[in-house]
Nanobody
Framework: QVLLVESGGGLVQPGGSLRLSCSAS????????VGWFQQAPGKEREGVSC????????YYADSVKGRFTVSRDNAKNTVFLQMNSLKPDDTAVYYC??????????????????????WGQGTQVTVSS
């Protein structure tokens, strides 16, 4: 069974940090580029970050540049999203997803949800004092 599972969400005060994990079972996550998306209530799902499959190229939304860092540990079959200097506007459900097989993220398409195939169930991040 193919599964993506996000973890690490929670309640944090403004200025705090969280580290989200995206773990895979049933397939090798290292064979895919992986993206992170956020969806706040009443809003569309938006791309936050993406990491390429092999060459370590990363992409970030302007709203998170300098605060969030995406990384991967293929030995652990896991991708991480380190979130620092969190703001109330970061409050959302965060999803990880794999880029469709045979496709590659670029500067122009990495944030397009239709590029992605497998999705996790999401983890809630709430930034509030």
């Amino acid at each position: 069974q193919v599964l993506l599972v996000e973890s690490g969400g929670g309640l944090v005060q403004p200025g705090g940090s969280l580290r989200l994990s995206c773990s895979a079972s049933g397939f090798t996550l290292g064979d895919y580029a992986v993206g992170w998306f956020q969806q706040a209530p009443g809003k569309e799902r938006e791309g936050v970050s993406c990491i390429s499959r092999t060459d370590g190229i990363t992409y970030y939304a302007d709203s998170v540049k300098g605060r969030f860092t995406v990384s991967r540990d293929n030995a652990k079959n896991t991708v991480f999203l380190q979130m620092n200097s969190l703001k109330p506007d970061d409050t959302a459900v965060y999803y990880c997803a794999t880029v469709n097989w045979g496709k590659a993220p670029t500067h122009d398409n990495w944030h397009d949800p239709t590029l992605y195939g497998y999705w996790g169930q999401g983890t809630q991040v709430t930034v509030s004092s």
